[in-house]
């Protein structure tokens, strides 16, 4: 679907109140909003930039692109929009928006022109999301009741969490988690991880960092298998009843009210800590 014609004219801030030697940066958007059902998944993949979600309070998803041209010359930013095709459709009941360059695009004028994006969802927390990004960050606020999935190439991914199952990494930047209440994967190859609550209903708790520090909130009535390690720092377990298997400066295992699930933290690089969560 050719979208250019939906986005709104090119526009430029005015000078005024600027401090000298900057400009306002070009800019168009497109928004669009979908009725979806339970169990419905919104994709967003972007070629870079920042990806925000937020809880909608009914059944409709709302999505907002805005692109943004380092210039103040049109003609130029009009150039360096089309070195990307947007794609903003809704298949089957599912919500896909993708930006991805254009082939053959002038590659000279892309790395002479910046251009910018940031895509704006919202979504029902029953709904579940997709978000993939070469190059931004990640922000996923409100419960969701449906599986999270993020993945950045480059940047900070923070998620608000509840009890579905979310699976989130980055190529580096830092991750922090609200809440998980059934099972979580977080990756990132360097920056340090942060877990406020680990649920007492959690199952599979898998975090990992190749450089940074880990810290994890546990409820106290969770069911869990530790194994908390690093290849370069110290390991330690507070605050919990834990039954430890193994301890020493740089690994302890143990298990929490007989285990069930399980729950493992590693870092190449930093501390791990593993605690009782204040959320009581």
Do not use: C, K
């Not at 599912?94 to 979504?123: H, K, Q, Y």
């Amino acid at each position: 679907m050719d979208l250019i014609a939906d986005f709104v004219a090119l526009i430029v801030a005015a000078a005024t109140g600027l401090m000298p030697g900057t400009f306002a940066p070009l800019e168009r958007a497109v928004e669009r909003s979908y009725q979806v059902a339970p169990g419905a998944i919104v994709t967003v993949e972007l070629a870079a930039g920042r990806i925000s979600v937020t809880p909608s309070p009914d059944r409709t998803v709302r999505v907002r692109l805005t692109q943004r041209a380092q210039t103040t010359n049109q003609r130029e930013a009009e150039s360096a929009f089309a070195g990307y095709t947007v794609e903003l459709t809704q298949r089957t009941g599912d919500v896909r928006l993708v930006t991805r360059r254009t082939p053959g695009f002038d590659s000279v004028l892309w790395r002479r022109v910046r251009v910018n994006m940031e895509a704006e969802v919202a979504v029902p927390a029953n709904v579940a999301v997709d978000l993939h990004t070469h190059g931004g960050s990640i922000e996923i606020r409100g419960g969701r009741e449906a599986p999270t999935t993020a993945h950045t190439s480059g940047g900070s991914i923070g998620v608000d969490g509840g009890p579905a199952p979310i699976d989130i990494s980055t190529s580096g930047g830092s991750i922090r988690v609200g809440r998980t209440g059934t099972t979580l994967r977080a990756r990132t190859s360097g920056g340090s991880i942060t877990v406020d609550e680990v649920a007492a209903s959690a199952r599979d708790v898998d975090v990992s960092t190749s450089g940074g520090s880990v810290r994890v909130g546990v409820h106290p009535a969770a069911h869990l298998a530790f194994d908390a390690s690093t290849s370069g720092g110290s390991a330690a377990i507070d605050g919990l009843s834990v039954n430890p298997s193994h301890r020493t400066r740089t690994q302890v295992t143990g298990t929490l009210n007989g285990g069930g699930g399980r729950l493992n933290a590693h870092t190449s690089g930093g501390s791990v800590r593993i605690s009782a969560t204040s959320r009581q």
